[in-house]
């Protein structure tokens, strides 16, 4: 038995306020146990965060948001953003998300395999991203996809 195929297509405008919050609340909820800050402050620092990002929502330029797909469902999401900071072209992978059911199946490194595929697409010569470090299941994928460590934060309570 073949496993089904991989796909991402373009995020559809009945998805993205769906999308949004979910963007929002993963990554407030990241944030706030990476760094101890409390719900709300977090779910507010998220929201402000991706509302500058996506002012214009799909529309935005060079912001390309993906459901992925595996076979005809929807089993994740996808956030490209481009930049040109440093003299190139550069993809940015803003939120990669796979429902729970998903994980643990080679779907995440296929998914990579395509925001790659999507980026050269798109022109970038590099592809990045950035993961909480107690994240250690993505770390590991991306660790074993290539990915190198470009800079690191780091952080001390004080008290």
Not at 11 to 27: C, G, H, M, Q
Not at 125 to 148: C, K, M, P, W
Request: no cysteine; charged share 25%.
């Amino acid at each position: 038995m073949t496993d089904p195929p991989v796909a991402l297509r373009p995020l559809d405008v009945t998805e993205l306020a769906a999308f949004v919050e979910l963007v929002i609340s993963s990554y407030a909820g990241e944030r706030a146990s990476a760094v101890d800050a409390g719900t709300a402050d977090a779910l507010r620092n998220a929201r402000s965060q991706v509302e500058a990002l996506l002012p214009q929502g799909l529309a935005t330029p060079d912001h390309h948001l993906y459901s992925v797909l595996e076979g005809n469902a929807v089993v994740g999401h996808l956030w490209i953003g481009m930049t040109s900071v440093d003299g190139f072209r550069s993809a940015f992978i803003y939120e990669f998300h796979l429902r729970e059911a998903a994980r643990g199946r080679g779907l995440g490194r296929r998914v990579m395999a395509l925001a790659e595929e999507a980026a050269r697409g798109l022109g970038a010569r590099d592809i990045e991203l950035h993961v909480f470090a107690q994240n250690t299941r993505a770390r590991r994928l991306y660790e074993s996809l290539g990915y190198r460590i470009t800079s690191l934060s780091m952080r001390r309570r004080l008290g």
